[in-house]
């Protein structure tokens, strides 16, 4: 098989718990770490509370990635504040064999987040970092913030972009 759909990778994807599960123990303590760590405004927290909209979230990553440690739990959060939304987690590798020439991107940067409406339309992507590092001179520079989870408010605010445009 060439090609799959988007919709025949979201089929073949699994739950983020046991994409969690696949990592090691450190890895997995890493989540509860940065889901505390989450801090979003009540105002955010309503907006999705309140999102009727049915959407789906396709994941390209891997749990040994901190940058799907940190982003994904974001993601996670809005899952466990809407039944409206959905994930399914697929492997780097899928997604840079089927995902790449699906949204024509030729340097994807994983994790590599989806939104998809419940007709598996693309409303937008997510990749690796939140705008806002991207936009920064030099990533060393915040590097070690960015792991301590100082700009997860940041992942939440670009995926609500997303669900928004």
Request: aromatic share 10%; hydrophobic share 40%.
């Given at each position: 098989?060439?090609?799959?759909?988007?919709?025949?990778?979201?089929?073949?994807?699994?739950?983020?718990?046991?994409?969690?599960?696949?990592?090691?123990?450190?890895?997995?303590?890493?989540?509860?770490?940065?889901?505390?760590?989450?801090n979003?405004?009540?105002?955010?927290?309503?907006n999705?509370?309140?999102?009727?909209?049915?959407?789906?979230?396709?994941?390209?990553?891997?749990?040994?990635?901190?940058?799907?440690?940190?982003?994904?739990?974001?993601?996670?959060?809005?899952i466990?504040?809407?039944?409206?939304?959905?994930m399914?987690?697929?492997?780097?590798s899928?997604?840079?064999?089927?995902?790449?020439?699906?949204?024509?991107?030729?340097?994807?940067?994983?994790?590599l987040?989806?939104?998809?409406?419940k007709?598996?339309?693309?409303l937008?992507s997510?990749q690796?970092h939140?705008?806002?590092?991207?936009?920064?001179?030099?990533?060393?520079?915040?590097k070690?913030?960015?792991?301590?989870?100082?700009?997860l408010l940041?992942s939440?605010?670009?995926?609500?972009?997303?669900?928004n445009?």
């Amino acid at each position: 098989m060439n090609q799959m759909t988007l919709q025949e990778l979201y089929e073949v994807g699994c739950s983020f718990e046991s994409a969690v599960g696949q990592g090691t123990k450190s890895e997995r303590a890493r989540i509860p770490k940065n889901t505390s760590r989450i801090n979003l405004n009540e105002e955010l927290i309503n907006n999705i509370i309140n999102y009727d909209k049915e959407i789906k979230f396709l994941v390209a990553g891997e749990i040994w990635c901190p940058d799907f440690q940190l982003n994904v739990s974001v993601l996670k959060k809005f899952i466990d504040l809407n039944s409206n939304f959905d994930m399914s987690i697929i492997t780097m590798s899928r997604g840079k064999k089927f995902l790449k020439p699906i949204l024509n991107i030729e340097d994807a940067k994983f994790p590599l987040i989806i939104a998809l409406d419940k007709d598996f339309n693309i409303l937008g992507s997510f990749q690796e970092h939140p705008q806002i590092l991207k936009d920064m001179p030099s990533f060393e520079d915040i590097k070690s913030e960015y792991y301590k989870g100082k700009y997860l408010l940041d992942s939440a605010n670009d995926i609500w972009k997303i669900l928004n445009k």
